[in-house]
C-alpha cells in the first residue's frame, strides 16, 4: 500500500471516526430515552389496568355475593324451598316402577348425552365415568331424570324451557316457581340456579335440569365435585357469613368443563337451615370484564394487549384475548407447549379456562401474594411486559395480570432507532466523500518530493552505482529537505566503506591461497594416519570376534551341563516317586483281593439263599395246585378260592424263573471274582519286581547327576576367564576405535579448511567485483 493511499486512508478515518462516534452516541442516549419513557407509560398504563380490572372484579364478585345472600333470604324463595322439598320427597312417586325408570335414565346416557359430551371432549373415558354415574343415582334421582330430563322434549341445553312434565305435586310446585327462577337467572347471567334440601343433599330444582338434576350431594354421583363443596361451605357457614365461593373445577354434568359455585344456606323461620340455594358462577361475566367486551384497543391494550385472571393451579380462569380473536393461530402457538388432549379440548370446548397452563414469573409472583410489574415470557412464549397482582376470590387467591407484547410498547422506539441509524448512515456516507477529497490534496501535495527522493534511490540501484552525485532536496526547509541532507550523508559514508572493501579484498585473496596450501599438506599426513588405525581396527575386531565365541561355547556348555545336571537329579526323584507309587499300587491290589474273596464268600452264601427261596417257591406251587383242585371239587363255592390259587401258583412260578436268572447271574459274578483275584495276584508279583528295578535305576541316576555337577563346574570357570579376556580386547579394540575417530575428525577438519580456503579466495573476487560497480 502506497504512502498516498495510507493518507487518503488516514484522511477517511479522522472524519469518519469522530463522526461515527457522535452518531453511535446520539442514537444510543435517544433510544435508550425512547425506551424508558415508554415502558413508564406503558407500566403506568398497565397498572392502572390491573387495578381498574382487579376493581371490577371485587365489586362483580361482591355483587353475587350480595345477591345471592339477599335471594336466601326472600320470602319467596324459601317458600319455594320448603315446597320442593316437602313435594320431592313425597311418596305418592312410588307407585311408579323403578327398572323403568332407571332403563330410560340409562339409555339417555349413553345416546343423547355421550353424543353431546363427545362433541365437546372426545377424549374422556367416558364409559366409565357414566357407569360409576348410573350405579351411583338413587331411585329419585332416576324418577326425576327420566320425568324432566329424558322425558323433556326440548334438546340438551333447552332443557329449562319445560315449566312442568305433569301433574304431581312437585310439577305444581315447579310451574309456580319456574318462570321466576328462570327469569333471574337470564336477568343477572347465571350458569344455573340451584335449591339443594339440607338434610338429605338432593337437588331438589335446577333451571337448566342438567344430569346433577335430583342427585344427592350427600350421597351421589357428585359428592366430591365443587358443588358438593359449595354445598358443604354452606351448612358451616358463620353466624356472620352469609355466602361461600368454590374455586373453578372440572364438572362432569357441564361436560368437564370448569365450573365455579356460590352458595347460601335457606333458613326456615325458626332459623334452621332447610336448604342450600347454589349459583353456577356465570363465565361470561367474568371473561366481559376482563376481556372489556372484546373491545382491548378502546383502553390502550393495543393489537396484543389482555388482562386475564389465573388460578392457584396456575391455569386461566377468563378467556385467552388470542383464542378469541384468532382460534387457529392461538392454537397453533400453543401446541408444542400443551398436551394434544389438552389442545384437543380448548378446541372442542371454544374455551381455554381451566385447560390453558400459565407457568409464568409474573403468576408465580402473584399466587405469592407479590405485586410488580416485569418483563418476561407469556403463556404462548412471547416477551411481555406484565403488571401483575394477587385476587382474591372466596377463600383462595388468583393471580390477576394486565400484559401487553414487548415488541409493540416498544415500537416506537424501535422505529425511532430506525429512523436515527438511517440518518446516522447518510451522514457517514457524506461525510466520507468529502475526507476522500481532501485526503487526495493532501496526499498530491506531500507526495511529489518523496517521488523524487525515489527516483534518485532508484537510479542508483539500478545504474552504474554513481556514489559522486548530491541529491537537491537538501535545499529544502521542511523535514523532506532534513530527508535529502540525510541521505547525502548517507551516500558519502557508503563510497568510504566501498573504498576500504576493495582494498582489503586484495589482502584476503593472498590470504585464501597460503591457507590453502597448508591444508592440503595437512591433509595428506592425515590420511596416512587415517589408514593405519582402520587396518589395525579390523585385526582386533577379528581378534575380538574369536575370544567371544569361545566365551559363548564355554557358556553354552556350562548351561547344557548345567541342564543335564538338573535332569539327572529330577530323574532320580522320579524313580523315587515311582517306587512309591508301584508300592501304593501293590497295597491298593492286595486289599482289592481280600475284598473280592470276601465278595466270593458272600455270593456262596446268596446262592444258599436263593436255593432255599426255589424249595418255597416249589412248595408254594404244590400248595395252590392242591388248593385249585380243592376248589374244584367245592364246585360254584370255590370259584373265587380258584382264582385265588391260580395266581397264587402263577406268582410260585415266576418266583422260581426270577431265583433261575439269579442264580446264573450270581454263577458269573463268582468266575469274574476268581479271575480278579488271580489277576491282582500276577500284578502284584509284577510290581514288586519293577520296584527293584526302579531302585537300580534310581542309583544309576544320582551318580550321573554328581559328575555332571563337577563338570558344570569347570566349564562355569572356563566362561568366566573367556568373558574376562573377552573384556581386554574389546578395551583395546576402543582405544584404536577412538585414535580413528580423531584421525576422521582431523581429515574432515582439514578438508573444510581446504573447502573454507577456497570459497575465502572466491569471495573475494567476488567482493572485488561487486565493489568495482561503483563509482567512487
Known amino acids: 500500500m502506497t504512502i498516498k493511499t495510507k493518507l487518503i486512508i488516514l484522511a477517511i478515518l479522522l472524519a469518519l471516526i469522530p463522526a461515527l462516534i457522535l452518531s453511535t452516541t446520539i442514537t444510543y442516549n435517544a433510544n435508550q430515552s425512547a425506551f424508558s419513557a415508554l415502558e413508564q407509560k406503558t407500566t403506568q398504563r398497565l397498572t392502572s389496568l390491573r387495578e381498574l380490572k382487579k376493581a371490577q372484579i371485587s365489586d362483580y364478585i361482591s355483587d353475587i355475593e350480595a345477591q345471592i345472600s339477599v335471594m336466601s333470604k326472600n320470602i319467596a324463595v324459601k317458600s319455594a324451598a320448603e315446597k320442593f322439598i316437602q313435594t320431592f320427597h313425597n311418596k305418592d312417586v312410588s307407585h311408579y316402577d323403578p327398572s323403568v325408570h332407571r332403563f330410560n335414565v340409562t339409555q339417555y346416557y349413553q345416546q343423547q348425552f355421550t353424543q353431546t359430551f363427545k362433541t365437546k371432549n372426545d377424549t374422556f373415558n367416558l364409559s366409565s365415568q357414566i357407569t360409576q354415574t348410573l350405579a351411583a343415582l338413587d331411585e329419585k334421582a332416576m324418577y326425576f331424570q327420566n320425568k324432566y330430563i329424558v322425558g323433556n322434549p326440548n334438546p340438551i341445553g333447552e332443557k329449562q324451557r319445560l315449566t312442568a312434565a305433569g301433574n304431581s305435586h312437585y310439577d305444581v310446585i315447579h310451574s309456580q316457581y319456574h318462570s321466576m327462577f328462570t327469569h333471574y337467572l337470564n336477568q343477572f347471567g347465571f350458569y344455573d340456579l340451584f335449591i339443594v334440601d339440607a338434610k338429605t343433599g338432593h337437588i331438589v330444582y335446577s333451571v337448566f335440569k342438567e344430569v346433577d338434576f335430583a342427585t344427592?350431594?350427600?350421597?351421589?354421583?357428585?359428592?366430591?365435585?365443587?358443588?358438593?363443596?359449595?354445598?358443604?361451605?354452606?351448612?358451616?357457614?358463620?353466624?356472620?357469613?352469609?355466602?361461600?365461593?368454590?374455586?373453578?373445577?372440572?364438572?362432569?354434568?357441564?361436560?368437564?368443563q370448569a365450573a365455579s359455585f356460590i352458595a347460601s344456606p335457606i333458613n326456615n323461620a325458626a332459623g334452621q337451615t332447610q336448604a342450600v340455594l347454589i349459583f353456577q358462577m356465570p363465565i361470561d361475566g367474568i371473561n366481559n370484564i376482563?376481556?372489556?367486551?372484546?373491545?382491548?384497543?378502546?383502553?390502550?391494550?393495543?393489537?396484543?394487549?389482555?388482562?386475564?385472571?389465573?388460578?392457584?393451579?396456575?391455569?386461566?380462569?377468563?378467556?385467552?384475548?388470542?383464542?378469541?380473536?384468532?382460534?387457529?393461530?392461538?392454537?397453533?402457538?400453543?401446541?408444542?407447549?400443551?398436551?394434544?388432549?389438552?389442545?384437543?379440548?380448548?378446541?372442542?370446548?371454544?374455551?381455554?379456562?381451566?385447560?390453558?397452563?400459565?407457568?409464568?414469573?409474573?403468576?408465580?409472583?402473584?399466587?405469592?401474594?407479590?405485586?410488580?410489574?416485569?418483563?418476561?415470557?407469556?403463556?404462548?412464549?412471547?416477551?411481555?411486559?406484565?403488571?401483575?397482582?394477587?385476587?382474591?376470590?372466596?377463600?383462595?387467591?388468583?393471580?390477576?395480570?394486565?400484559?401487553?407484547?414487548?415488541?409493540?410498547?416498544?415500537?416506537?422506539?424501535?422505529?425511532?432507532?430506525?429512523?436515527?441509524?438511517?440518518?446516522?448512515?447518510?451522514?457517514?456516507i457524506i461525510t466520507t466523500i468529502i475526507s476522500v477529497i481532501i485526503g487526495l490534496f493532501a496526499a498530491s501535495h506531500l507526495i511529489k518530493p518523496l517521488q523524487i527522493l525515489v527516483k534518485r534511490i532508484n537510479a542508483i540501484a539500478q545504474g552504474d552505482g554513481d556514489l559522486t552525485v548530491k541529491?537537491?532536496?537538501?535545499?529544502?526547509?521542511?523535514?523532506?529537505?532534513?530527508?535529502g541532507k540525510a541521505f547525502n550523508t548517507f551516500i558519502e559514508k557508503i563510497r568510504n566503506i566501498i573504498r576500504d572493501i576493495d582494498l582489503h579484498a586484495s589482502q584476503l585473496t593472498t590470504s585464501s591461497e597460503e591457507l590453502s596450501a597448508v591444508t592440503l599438506s595437512t591433509t595428506e599426513v592425515v590420511n596416512k594416519q587415517k589408514h593405519k588405525t582402520e587396518h589395525s581396527s579390523q585385526i582386533m575386531t577379528e581378534f575380538n570376534e574369536d575370544i567371544k565365541d569361545i566365551a559363548n561355547n564355554s557358556i553354552d556348555t556350562a548351561e547344557l551341563t548345567q541342564q543335564a545336571n538338573t535332569e539327572s537329579s529330577l530323574g532320580a526323584k522320579i524313580s523315587s516317586q515311582a517306587e512309591q507309587s508301584i508300592l501304593q499300587l501293590v497295597n491298593s491290589v492286595t486289599v482289592a483281593s481280600t475284598e473280592l474273596e470276601a465278595l466270593n464268600k458272600q455270593i456262596l452264601e446268596i446262592t444258599d439263599i436263593l436255593n432255599v427261596i426255589d424249595s418255597i417257591a416249589d412248595q408254594t406251587n404244590l400248595l395252590s395246585l392242591n388248593a385249585a383242585i380243592e376248589a374244584a371239587r367245592a364246585g360254584e363255592s370255590g370259584r373265587g378260592f380258584s382264582v385265588v390259587a391260580d395266581e397264587v401258583r402263577g406268582l410260585a412260578a415266576k418266583t422260581q424263573q426270577s431265583t433261575i436268572e439269579i442264580q446264573q447271574k450270581i454263577h458269573c459274578l463268582h468266575s469274574s471274582s476268581n479271575t480278579s483275584v488271580s489277576a491282582m495276584q500276577d500284578a502284584v508279583d509284577e510290581a514288586q519286581h519293577g520296584i527293584a528295578l526302579v531302585k537300580s535305576t534310581a542309583q544309576n541316576l544320582q551318580l550321573v547327576a554328581n559328575l555332571m555337577a563337577r563338570v558344570s563346574c569347570k566349564n562355569q570357570e572356563s566362561a568366566q576367564v573367556a568373558h574376562h579376556q573377552c573384556d581386554n580386547v574389546n578395551h583395546v579394540h576402543q582405544n584404536i576405535k577412538d585414535i580413528a575417530a580423531y584421525t576422521e575428525n582431523t581429515a574432515s577438519a582439514s578438508l573444510q579448511t581446504s573447502q573454507a580456503s577456497e570459497e575465502l579466495a572466491i569471495l573475494a573476487v567476488q567482493l572485488s567485483t561487486i565493489v568495482r560497480q561503483f563509482k567512487y
Open 216 to 256: 344427592s350431594l350427600k350421597t351421589g354421583p357428585y359428592a366430591n365435585s365443587a358443588i358438593a363443596k359449595a354445598f358443604n361451605q354452606a351448612l358451616s357457614l358463620k353466624k356472620n357469613t352469609n355466602s361461600t365461593l368454590v374455586e373453578f373445577e372440572n364438572y362432569f354434568p357441564s361436560y368437564d
Open 290 to 428: 376482563m376481556t372489556n367486551n372484546k373491545q382491548w384497543q378502546s383502553i390502550g391494550l393495543g393489537l396484543s394487549g389482555e388482562t386475564y385472571l389465573v388460578g392457584p393451579n396456575k391455569t386461566l380462569r377468563s378467556e385467552s384475548r388470542f383464542l378469541i380473536e384468532n382460534k387457529t393461530e392461538y392454537l397453533d402457538n400453543i401446541k408444542s407447549l400443551l398436551t394434544e388432549q389438552t389442545i384437543t379440548k380448548i378446541k372442542n370446548f371454544n374455551s381455554a379456562i381451566g385447560l390453558q397452563k400459565v407457568d409464568t414469573l409474573g403468576v408465580e409472583l402473584a399466587l405469592a401474594g407479590k405485586t410488580g410489574v416485569n418483563q418476561f415470557q407469556d403463556y404462548r412464549g412471547e416477551s411481555v411486559l406484565s403488571a401483575y397482582t394477587p385476587f382474591k376470590y372466596g377463600n383462595h387467591t388468583w393471580a390477576l395480570l394486565a400484559e401487553i407484547d414487548a415488541k409493540e410498547a416498544y415500537a416506537d422506539a424501535v422505529s425511532l432507532t430506525e429512523n436515527l441509524i438511517y440518518d446516522a448512515i447518510v451522514t457517514l
Open 471 to 483: 541529491l537537491a532536496l537538501a535545499d529544502r526547509p521542511d523535514e523532506i529537505g532534513q530527508v
